[in-house]
């Protein structure tokens, strides 16, 4: 799901399996930030996850480590598990290489749209914190915690945003951090969780807040 602000405010919401689709909701936004890997290296993990896994403290198992691009691409599983191993020295889940489909796309609609740029809502949740969060975003006390602090940067979500109000909460909360980074980025104040790395297509690749 994709959340809209303007002037730092709840504009808007859509809900969609396709990004492409969300990014059409919003063709007049002047940033996008997704929640998703952007950019590929050839054989080793990007600089930027493991600064976000460093940075998240206890929170730090919401950072998924991007495999190498090989990997992503592999036919199988058992491929892209030997080439994760060969290429990296860790393992890969079945539930990452799932997500190669929506990495491929995330790329794909990037190339097309130089709006786009990877956020990690966790990230962007620290940095309104200035610090992580004591509790993680699926309990009661994370849910709320997070929500405040939505609240505190003007971002006021409504009990019906549309269709969007039809998913899980937790979903609403990082579609509304990644919003704020949008923002952030929009007005020239995102910052960067490492210094960004040059993939092999010479775009930039790291996650900002």
């Known amino acids: ?20 689709a969300l990014v059409k909701e919003f063709p007049s936004a002047v940033a996008i930030g997704v ?10 993990v ?6 976000a896994y460093q940075l998240l403290g ?17 036919a199988t599983f058992q491929d892209a598990l030997q080439l994760s191993r060969r290429l990296t020295g860790i393992g890969l889940s079945r539930q990452a290489f799932a997500l190669a489909a929506r ?11 130089d709006r786009i740029f990877e956020v990690h809502p966790e990230v962007s949740f620290w940095a309104m914190h ?4 004591a509790h993680p975003k699926t309990s009661w006390s994370g849910f709320c915690a997070r929500l405040e602090l939505l609240r505190s940067q003007g971002i006021e ?4 945003p549309g269709q969007a109000g039809l998913v899980p909460p937790v979903d609403v909360l ?20 490492a210094p960004p790395e040059e993939g092999p297509d010479g775009r930039q690749i790291s996650i900002w807040y």
């Open 1 to 20: 799901m994709a959340i809209a602000l303007g002037s730092g405010a709840f504009r808007g919401a859509a809900a969609s399996h396709s990004l492409l």
């Open 35 to 44: 929640d998703i890997p952007l950019g590929l290296l050839p054989d080793r």
């Open 46 to 51: 990007r600089q930027c996850d493991r600064a």
């Open 58 to 74: 206890p929170r730090r198992n919401s950072v998924f480590m991007t495999p190498p691009e090989p990997v992503v691409m592999a």
């Open 103 to 113: 990495i491929l796309e995330a790329d794909a609609v990037r190339s097309e749209d």
């Open 130 to 133: 200035n610090r992580h969060l």
């Open 157 to 160: 979500i409504p009990a019906e």
């Open 174 to 193: 990082d579609a509304a951090a990644a919003a704020w980074s949008a923002n952030r980025r929009a007005l020239g104040q995102a910052r960067s969780v």
